[in-house]
C-alpha cells in the first residue's frame, strides 16, 4: 500500500511542477503603448519636430532605449528599401545614425517624462517618408512602433495656421463687442437728450400760458395814477402876524412873518 501512496504523491508533484513551467513559459510579457502624430508638414529650410510618447507600467530606467528611423517615399533615395536607423539613444546618451541625419537630428524630449521627441534641422525635400518611433523599456518590450509620414513642401503649399485664424477670429469678436458698446452709448446720449429737449418746450409752453403778475401790478399802478383827481395846484399861502399890544410903536416895530406852504400832489 505504501508504494502506491508514494507514486501518487510523485505524480501530482510531477503534473504541479509540469503546469507551473508551461504558465511561465507562456506568460506574455508586459506591452508597451507609442504614439506619434499620423502626418506632420514642415517647410523646406525650417526647423520641425517629429513628436513621440510612450505609456508603460514600468518605471523608466537606465535600460529605456529608443529608436528612429526612416524609410524614404523617393525610389531613387538609398533610405527607400527599408527603414534605416537614424538616431537611437540608451543610458542617457543619444547616438546618431548615418552622415545625412547626423547633424540634422536632435534629441529633445524628456525620458523620464515618456517624451522621446526629436527635431530636424532643417528640413530637406529628401526627408519626404516614413519615420518610425520605437521604445523599449524592459521588461515592456513588445510593443508596435509608431509612423509619422513627413511632407517637406514650400511655404506656399503649408496649410494656414489653427493659431493665427483663432486670434483673428478673438480679435474680430472683441472689436465687435467695442462696436456694439458704441453704438449703444450713443444711442442712449441721443433719446436721453431728446428727453431733456421735451421737457425743456413743455415747461416753456407752460410758463407762456401763466399770467405775468409783474405786469398787472404795473397797469394798477398806472390806473390809479390816471385816475386820480386833477385839481388846481394850491400855491404858497402868506399869514402875517400883527401886533397887538397898543405902543405906538408897535406898528413900526411890526415885522411881517412868511410861512410858506408849498403843497404838492
Avoid at 19 to 31: E, G, N, Q, R
Avoid at 65 to 75: G, L, Y
Avoid at 107 to 114: E, H, V
Avoid at 153 to 181: F, H, M, Q, R, Y
Wanted: positive net charge; contains cysteine.
Amino acid at each position: 500500500m505504501e508504494p502506491k501512496g508514494s507514486k501518487i504523491i510523485c505524480k501530482r508533484v510531477l503534473l504541479t511542477g509540469f503546469t507551473l513551467c508551461i504558465v511561465l513559459v507562456t506568460k506574455p510579457s508586459s506591452a508597451i503603448d507609442i504614439h506619434a502624430d499620423s502626418e506632420v508638414m514642415m517647410q523646406n529650410g525650417t526647423t520641425g519636430t517629429l513628436r513621440c510618447t510612450f505609456r508603460s507600467n514600468e518605471v523608466v530606467s537606465s535600460g529605456t532605449s529608443v529608436t528612429w528611423s526612416f524609410q524614404s517615399s523617393h525610389p531613387d533615395n538609398p533610405y527607400s528599401n527599408s527603414p534605416y536607423v537614424i538616431f537611437y539613444f540608451s543610458n542617457g546618451k543619444g547616438f546618431p545614425g548615418p552622415q545625412e541625419f547626423k547633424d540634422r537630428v536632435q534629441f529633445i524630449g524628456d525620458i523620464n517624462k515618456r517624451d522621446v521627441s526629436i527635431q530636424l534641422s532643417p528640413a530637406q525635400f529628401s526627408d519626404n517618408g516614413t519615420f518610425f518611433c520605437d521604445v523599449k523599456n524592459p521588461p515592456d518590450v513588445t510593443g508596435t512602433p509608431a509612423r509619422t509620414e513627413l511632407r517637406v513642401v514650400l511655404k506656399e503649399s503649408l496649410p494656414p495656421n489653427n493659431t493665427t485664424i483663432i486670434v483673428g477670429a478673438v480679435c474680430g469678436a472683441l472689436v465687435l463687442l467695442v462696436l456694439i458698446a458704441v453704438a449703444a452709448c450713443v444711442v442712449m446720449r441721443v433719446l436721453h437728450n431728446r428727453h431733456d429737449y421735451e421737457g425743456c418746450t413743455s415747461l416753456e409752453s407752460v410758463s407762456s400760458q401763466a399770467p405775468k403778475p409783474r405786469k398787472k401790478v404795473e397797469s394798477s399802478l398806472e390806473g390809479s395814477r390816471c385816475t386820480s383827481p386833477s385839481g388846481p395846484l394850491q400855491g404858497p399861502v402868506i399869514y402875517a402876524q400883527l401886533d397887538h399890544s397898543g405902543s405906538k410903536n408897535s406898528f413900526h416895530k411890526m415885522e411881517p412873518v412868511v410861512y410858506a406852504d408849498i403843497r404838492k400832489n
